[in-house]
C-alpha cells in the first residue's frame, strides 16, 4: 500500500458493528485500509497525517437523509420564531422584530402558537405598523403574510392553481394571509427580498460547516433550491471544497410534461466533486396541520382527502416514465392515502428498476407496513417533526387526525421490526440540523410518538449509515467502514449505539471526515 493522506488511530471502529479494529488508513479519498495500531505504524509514509483519537468511537459519516441546506436559507431567514408558543408572544417579537428592506421576515412559526385559532393577519397587524410581513410556518408549507404583503403581491382574492394550493380567504372572498402549499406561497416570491448572491453562498457554508460539526458527512438534499444551484455549489468548489457530500434531488411538480420530465432526467448528469443531481423528489401531499395531508377520511375539519396532485394517475405516470429511464424518486408522503398511493405506484412498475423511498410517513396503519420491505421502497422519517406534537395529544396534529390516526404517529421502529431499510433524517429547517438529536430522538420518541417503541442503538446509527447508503442506492460505496469504500468517518468522544439516547443527543464529536478530508475536528 502506498502511503494513505491521513491515519487514525487509538480509536473504537464500528462498521457500524464493532470490529475490534482501532486504525483506518485513508488515501485519495477512499478508505485505504482497516486494522489496529501496530498495522498503523507501518502504513504511515512522508506527508501522512496521523491523528490519535484517545479512544474515541469511529463509526461510518453520519448521512441526512432528508434536509434542505441551500433552499433553507431561503426558507429560513429573518426573525427566527421558533421559540414562539401563543400568540401574545408572537405579536411581542413581531412589535422588535428587524426589517430588511422594509420587510418583516419571520421563519419557524409553531402552528400551535395560534391556539386553534385561523390564522388571519388580522392578528398581528396592529404591531407591525404598516409594514408588510411574510412569516412562515415551521412546516414549510403554508405563510402567514400581511395586509400589505398581499397588496404588494397582488394578491386580492382566491385563485385556481394547477396543483392543491390555496389562498385561503374569508366567507366574502378576502385572504386571510394564509397562504397554503407551494404555488400559493410562490406567489410572494417576486415582492420579497432577495438574499444577495454572496451572502447566500456564505451562508451555506457556514451551514454545512455547522452540520459537520455535529457529525454530518453528507445529506441527501431534497430539492435543487434553484435553477442557479448547481453555478453556486461549482463556485464554492472552485476556491476549496463543500464541506459535506450532497445529493440533490429536483422537484417534479404536477402539470410537468414529458418534455419537463425528460429534462429532470438530464439533470441527473449534473456533478461535482462533493455534489451530485440524484433521484426527483415528488409531493403527494402537504402537511396535517395545514389541513394538505392525503387522507384515507377527512380530519377533524372535513379536509385532507385531495392528493397535492390533482389526478394521482400523472403521478403515477410520471415516477414510472423516471423508473424507465434509470432515475429514482423520493416522494412527500404523511398521510395514510398518499402513502398508499405511493407503495401502489411502485408496485405497479414491477421488480427492478432503480430505487424509490416514501419521506415523513407520519401515520400508516398496520396493513401498509410489510409493503415497504416486500416492495424494497425505502422508509425515509425524520423524528425530530415529534417536538411540533404533544405526548397528551393536545397539539395540532394530533387533534386534526384523531385518536385512531395519532396513535398511529412516526412508526419508525414498526417498520424496521416489518423488514423495510429506514433512513434518518432531520428536514433541517423544519427541525434543527444535529445529526445528534436524530439519532436520540429516534430512539426516545416524543410527543404523539412517545409510546412508541424506539429504534435500538444500532438500529439508529444504521439508519444514517447503512441505510441511508441503501437509499441513496450507494451501498456499495458508502455507509460502512471497510477497504475501497468512500472515507466519510464520524468520531465521536462516545458510542453513540452504547449511550443512553439523552447522552447521545449531546455527544462531543471529536473528528468528522468527508472525502478523505478532515471537515470538522474539537
Known amino acids: 500500500m502506498s502511503a494513505p493522506d491521513l491515519v487514525l488511530v487509538n480509536a473504537r471502529v464500528r462498521t457500524p458493528e464493532l470490529t475490534g479494529h482501532t486504525a483506518v488508513a485513508v488515501r485519495d479519498g477512499l478508505i485505504a485500509a482497516v486494522g489496529d495500531d501496530t498495522d498503523a505504524r507501518g502504513w504511515r509514509g512522508l506527508g501522512t497525517e496521523t491523528v490519535d483519537l484517545g479512544g474515541a468511537t469511529l463509526t461510518p459519516g453520519l448521512t441526512d437523509a432528508h434536509s434542505h441546506p441551500v433552499w433553507g436559507l431561503e426558507m429560513f431567514t429573518g426573525t427566527d420564531l421558533s421559540a414562539v408558543r401563543d400568540l401574545d408572544g408572537l405579536r411581542a417579537v413581531l412589535a422588535s422584530a428587524e426589517r430588511r428592506d422594509g420587510w418583516i421576515i419571520g421563519a419557524g412559526l409553531d402552528h400551535n402558537a395560534f391556539g386553534g385559532r385561523p390564522v388571519h393577519h388580522d392578528l398581528i397587524e396592529d404591531v407591525l405598523g404598516g409594514a408588510p410581513a411574510c412569516l412562515r410556518l415551521y412546516d414549510g408549507h403554508s405563510v402567514l403574510v400581511s395586509a400589505a404583503a398581499l397588496e404588494a403581491a397582488g394578491i386580492d382574492g382566491p385563485r385556481a392553481f394547477a396543483e392543491r394550493s390555496e389562498i385561503v380567504c374569508d366567507a366574502a372572498g378576502r385572504p386571510t394571509g394564509h397562504l397554503i402549499e407551494h404555488a400559493a406561497m410562490d406567489l410572494m416570491t417576486p415582492v420579497l427580498p432577495a438574499l444577495p448572491y454572496g451572502e447566500r453562498r456564505d451562508r451555506l457554508v457556514g451551514l454545512l460547516d455547522a452540520m459537520a460539526a455535529t457529525g454530518l458527512t453528507g ?56 455534489w451530485r443531481v440524484g433521484g426527483v423528489k415528488f409531493f403527494m401531499d402537504g402537511t396535517v396541520e395545514g389541513g394538505t395531508a392525503w387522507l384515507e377520511h377527512a380530519d377533524c375539519h372535513g379536509r385532507g382527502t385531495d392528493a397535492f396532485w390533482p389526478d394521482p394517475a400523472a403521478y403515477s405516470a410520471a ?18 392515502a398518499a402513502v398508499r398511493h405511493v407503495l401502489d405506484t411502485v408496485e405497479s412498475l414491477g421488480a427492478g428498476g432503480p430505487r424509490h423511498r416514501i419521506e415523513h410517513i407520519e401515520t400508516v396503519p398496520d396493513e401498509q407496513l410489510g409493503r415497504f420491505a416486500a416492495l424494497g421502497v425505502v422508509a425515509s422519517m425524520q423524528p425530530p417533526h415529534t417536538a411540533y406534537t404533544r405526548a397528551d395529544r393536545s397539539d395540532e396534529w394530533s387533534r386534526r387526525l384523531g385518536a385512531e390516526r395519532a396513535a398511529r404517529a412516526w412508526r419508525c421502529r414498526d417498520l424496521r421490526d416489518a423488514g423495510a431499510y429506514l433512513a434518518l433524517g432531520s428536514d433541517w429547517p423544519i427541525a434543527h440540523h444535529d445529526a445528534r438529536q436524530v439519532l436520540a430522538i429516534a430512539r426516545a420518541p416524543r410527543g404523539a410518538a412517545s409510546e412508541r417503541t424506539g429504534l435500538t442503538g444500532l438500529m439508529a446509527l444504521e ?35 452504547e449511550a443512553p439516547a439523552d447522552e447521545t443527543a449531546r455527544l462531543p464529536v471529536r473528528l468528522t471526515v468527508a472525502g478523505g478530508r478532515v471537515t470538522y475536528r474539537s
Open 219 to 274: 445529506a441527501h438534499v431534497m430539492d435543487l433550491g434553484g435553477h442557479d444551484v448547481p453555478g453556486l455549489l461549482a463556485g464554492i468548489e472552485e476556491d476549496g471544497d463543500l464541506p459535506l457530500r450532497l445529493r440533490l434531488a429536483p422537484w417534479c411538480m404536477p402539470g410537468a410534461d414529458r418534455d419537463a420530465l425528460d429534462g429532470l432526467v438530464r439533470l441527473q448528469r449534473r456533478a461535482g466533486r462533493m
Open 463 to 497: 439508519g444514517m449509515t447503512t441505510h441511508a447508503a441503501f437509499a441513496a442506492g450507494e451501498e456499495a460505496v458508502a455507509g460502512r467502514i471497510a477497504p475501497g469504500l468512500r472515507a466519510d468517518l464520524t468520531a465521536f468522544a462516545g458510542d453513540p449505539v
Open 319 to 336: 415516477v414510472r416514465h423516471f423508473h424507465e429511464a434509470g432515475t429514482g424518486t423520493a416522494t412527500h408522503a404523511i398521510g395514510d
